[in-house]
Structures are given as structure tokens and as C-alpha cells.
Nanobody, 127 residues
């Protein structure tokens, strides 16, 4: 499974961005996503979990982003989203996603259970 994060960029304080994390599977396998997480790493700081989702009704957010960020998924596209609104300067940093789930082999055996990471996308919020 390869994850490709995108959607980052430069935005002013109070602005909005939507990040995407698209999963692709080689060799005809089918990826059943069980959980999605978005992490934020601010410059010079440790990475922190900001949002997670295990179902459309089971989501969790860090206090710092609650009521401003929304995590969602499109299972038909194997894609996760992080809608970020009312952005603050402290939201600046690299956002990365991970997904855990099962890749079902097209050959009837050799299914893989695991967690996969994307490479991150940079968000810069200017004042």
C-alpha cells in the first residue's frame, strides 16, 4: 500500500485547506481500511496526533483542533481527508497520514494486515 498526501500550501490565518491522503494498492489487491490517523509536526516539535477515524461516527480530535478540523473518508476511492478551517499560525507544519487495515490478495491467500504511512504535506499559515 502506498499513501500519497496532498493539499498542503500557504494560507492566511483564518483560512481553510483540505488535505487528502490517497491509498493505492499494487497487484490487484483490495484494501479494506479500518482506521485513519492524521498527524501534525510543527517546526522543531514532536509529531502529534490531531485526528483519527475508525468509522464515520467514531472520530477523535486533539483539543487544539477540535471544532476546526474534520476527518473523513471516501471508501470508494480509498482516500482520507482532513478539512482544516479557521487556521492558526500554530497549525503550521507537516501533516502526514496513516491507514491501518487489510489488503486482500487477489490470489485467495497472502492477505496482509498492517499500518501504512504517507510522506506528509506541508501547511504554512501566515499572519
Amino acid at each position: 500500500v502506498q499513501l500519497q498526501a496532498s493539499g498542503g500550501g500557504l494560507v492566511q490565518v483564518g483560512g481553510s485547506l483540505t488535505l487528502s491522503c490517497a491509498a493505492s494498492v499494487a497487484s490487484g489487491g483490495r484494501f479494506n481500511i479500518r482506521g485513519i490517523e492524521w498527524y501534525h509536526q510543527a517546526p522543531g516539535k514532536q509529531r502529534e496526533l490531531v485526528a483519527s477515524l475508525t468509522s464515520p461516527t467514531n472520530t477523535h480530535y486533539a483539543d487544539s483542533v477540535k471544532d476546526r478540523f474534520t476527518i473523513s473518508r471516501d471508501s470508494t476511492k480509498n482516500t482520507a481527508y482532513l478539512r482544516m478551517t479557521n487556521l492558526k499560525v500554530e497549525d503550521t507544519g507537516v501533516y502526514s497520514c496513516n491507514m491501518d487495515g487489510i489488503v486482500y490478495s487477489p490470489y485467495g491467500s497472502g492477505d496482509i494486515v498492517g499500518r501504512w504511512w504517507g510522506q506528509g504535506t506541508l501547511v504554512t499559515v501566515s499572519s
